[in-house]
Structure formats: C-alpha cells, structure tokens
C-alpha cells in the first residue's frame, strides 16, 4: 500500500529483549496502580476482560490545547520514558521520521492470546508519519473503511480474523512500520492471533 514503508531487523536482540522486558515490567506497575494519573488504561471489547494499554507524553484520542503559558492540561500522563526516547531520537537521526515531526506522545499495546484491535482510523488531529513498532510477531489488516465496497476494504468476522485490504503478515519482532501520507489515514487493524503480541505506536500530536 502506498505510504507504508517497513524496516526489519533494525533491533538487535539484546536490545529487543531489553525493551519487551521493560514493557512488561510497565504493564504490571499499571496493573498493581503505580503508574500516576491515566498512563496505564484498557480498551473495553465486550470481551471476558479488557484489552490493556500504556500511554505517555500527550495521549492519542483527544485534541490537546495548551495554555496561556504553553502548558498542557493538568490531567497527568507520564512523559515518555528515556528507553523510548532514545528509539525516537534514533528514527530521526535515520531520517524515518522528520526533526519537525518528533513525536510528542506514544502508545504501548497489549494483546495477549486471541485478543485484536477494531479497525482504527488515525485522529484528525495527528500529524504524519505515525510509527508503529512491532515487538511480537504479528499480523495487521490495512484497508479504505468497513463500510465501502472495494477491494481494500476491511471485511471482519467480530473474532479479529480479517479479510481483503491489505494484510502485512509476518510483521516480524523489532520491525518498524512507518505509515505516511495515504496510509496514515487508511483504516487498520491488528488481527487476532494465539500468541501474545505487543506494538509500541509513536505519534505527534497538533498544538
């Protein structure tokens, strides 16, 4: 799909078990309430339980504005650890991602056996590229709307199996996806799968 570029084997092994060790050590500070104010959070799926997620810097799902003295609002996220960070600063100096377009916030997703996403569309208040750091071996659908009729279209059966569009499968661990101009808005999703996976998604959000 045009605008989708993928880097694999850009991690090496004692790095990339190095960040799925810290991403786990997150998740159970979340689960145990020692991540302040609304970094760790979960999905509600209608499933058994909830899908789970971390978030830092500037969360993904609402439009910041900042005040008068160039602050953003008081609810508390925790800033971006330096481990991530350090991924960040990498990706530019690569040129994967533009020094204007540093993300400014980013999201850690779980999905433990059996469990996907709902097709996602990008907010209209992010800005391009988004990227999307692949952990676990995985598999994402990407595709136009659920609703439209054409071949990219992503077809679902309400288990995560997805159909049509246009489905990156293997997503090998330690690759990037960089999602850029039209793929950046299309619709896309992770499948469902019975091995755990986890995505770290970097983003910058308009202010």
């Known amino acids: 799909m045009k605008g989708i570029k993928l880097y ?3 991690i090496t092994v004692e790095k990339l078990s190095r960040l799925n060790d810290f991403v786990n050590e997150l998740r159970v500070a979340g689960q145990n309430g020692k991540l302040s104010g609304e970094t760790f959070g979960s999905y509600n799926q209608h499933t058994r339980k909830n899908r789970e997620f971390i978030q830092f810097g500037v969360p993904m799902f ?10 953003f609002p008081t609810r508390y996220i925790e800033p971006i650890p330096t481990l991530l960070q350090g991924l960040i600063e990498e990706a530019i100096q690569r040129n994967w991602i533009p020094k204007d377009r ?3 916030g980013c999201i850690i997703n779980f999905f433990d056996e059996g469990e996907y996403s709902h097709p996602f569309v990008k907010p209209p208040h992010l800005d391009q590229p988004i990227s999307i750091l692949i ?3 995985s598999r994402m659908a990407f595709g136009d709307t659920v609703l439209g009729g054409t071949s990219r ?3 679902g ?4 199996n997805y159909r049509r569009g246009f489905i990156l499968s293997p997503l090998k661990e330690g690759s990037l996806l960089i999602l850029n101009g039209i793929s950046s ?3 896309h999703a992770m499948c469902a799968s019975p091995n ?6 970097f983003f910058k959000v308009q202010t």
Do not use: A
């Not at 059966?157 to 995560?160: E, I, R, S, T, V």
């Open 8 to 10: 694999e084997n850009l």
């Open 62 to 71: 609402e439009l910041i504005k900042v005040d008068k003295n160039n602050q």
């Open 102 to 104: 540093r993300p400014n």
């Open 135 to 137: 952990l676990s071996e």
């Open 153 to 155: 279209t992503i077809l």
């Open 157 to 160: 059966d309400g288990k995560g």
């Open 185 to 187: 808005d299309t619709v």
């Open 196 to 201: 755990k996976r986890v995505i770290i998604t």
